[in-house]
């Protein structure tokens, strides 16, 4: 069975700290995807990134950069100088293949982040 | 700029009344899901379609709920009939399962009380 753990539930860091958000995942399925979403405030999910399980390198987007490590089932998200607009839940989401395609989806718990000005 | 319509946005009720939830997917997507979100439970999968087809309902209890695809541009959830611990906020999202991006509503609130 898939789940993604989300072992920090709460962090605050104060505005142009860098903040690392946690995520491990488990599946016995060897393709898979891992995701990122944002839900700020006003509720909506909002997606952030897509990898695969075949590609471990890693990902910069500006602020945002993305650790995957397969040898501890790990998709770390790291958030650099981080602003006020980042203050928002930010979930972990796992799903394994299904042929050529994704099958369900199942997201992680949660960090709701606050960045203090 | 396509968006994942949801209607209700909000919905009180008393318990024992019907409920039913309205998801207008992104036109081409090809797959649709209904999530519940909970403080206590966070996201849960209820139910989810592929080509207006149910894959997998197992999240939802069964004896209440009910989930269908009628057409490619329409999805609903029913609660029938509504209980207290229903109280949650209800996404839809819908994407195409070559891309695995999903693209979710602004949900529907329900309170039972």
């Known amino acids: 069975a898939q789940k993604v753990t989300q072992a920090q539930t709460e962090i605050s860091v104060v505005e142009k700290e860098d903040v690392t958000l946690d995520c491990v995942y488990e599946?016995?399925?060897?393709?898979?995807?891992l995701f990122w979403y944002k839900q700020p405030p006003s509720g909506e999910l909002v997606f952030l990134i897509r990898?695969?399980?075949?590609?471990?390198q890693n990902e910069i987007s500006g602020r945002y950069s993305w650790n995957f490590q397969k040898s501890t089932s790990s998709f770390n998200f790291t958030i650099t100088a981080s602003q006020v607009v980042d203050s928002a839940v930010y979930f972990c989401?796992?799903?394994?293949?299904?042929?050529?395609?994704?099958?369900?989806?199942?997201f992680g718990p949660g960090t709701s982040l606050s960045v203090i000005p | 700029d396509a968006r994942v319509t949801q209607t209700p946005r909000h919905k009180v009720t008393e318990m024992g009344q019907e409920v039913t939830m309205r998801c207008q997917p992104i036109?081409?997507?090809?797959?649709v899901f209904w999530y519940r979100q909970t403080m206590m439970q966070g996201l849960e999968l209820l139910a989810y379609?592929?080509?207006?087809?149910?894959?997998?309902d197992s999240g939802m209890p069964k004896d209440r709920f009910s989930a269908e695809m009628p057409d490619a541009t329409l999805a609903t959830l029913k609660i029938q009939p509504s209980e207290p611990r229903d109280s949650a906020v209800y996404f839809c999202?819908?994407?195409?399962?070559?891309?695995?991006?999903?693209?979710f509503g602004e949900g529907s609130r329900l309170t039972v009380l």
């Open positions: 036109l081409g997507h090809n797959t």
């Open positions: 989401a796992l799903s394994e293949a299904a042929g050529t395609s994704y099958d369900k989806v199942i």
């Open positions: 990898r695969n399980s075949f590609d471990e």
């Open positions: 999202a819908s994407g195409l399962m070559n891309t695995g991006e999903l693209f």
């Open positions: 379609f592929r080509n207006r087809a149910p894959l997998d």
């Open positions: 599946t016995r399925d060897t393709t898979y995807y």
